[in-house]
């Protein structure tokens, strides 16, 4: 079993470009509008990073889709 982190909206494709663009490459699926961050692509140790380079993202982009 796997859980994703899906952003939707007009804001996915930014979100999307503002996190491949991270330090630390944060890559993502995008399906029907939506980007998909898959679970089993993220190890436990990176949670933290990946968290934050999310978070970074939502606040350049103004609010979380």
């Known amino acids: 079993p796997s859980f994703a982190l899906t952003l939707r909206g007009p804001a996915a494709v930014a979100a999307e470009r503002l996190l491949r663009a991270h330090e630390v490459a944060i890559i993502g ?37």
């Open 29 to 65: 699926r995008m399906k029907d509008g939506a980007l998909w961050l898959d679970g089993r692509t993220i190890s436990w140790e990176d949670v933290p990073a990946v968290a934050a380079a999310v978070s970074e993202a939502a606040n350049k982009l103004g609010s979380v889709a």
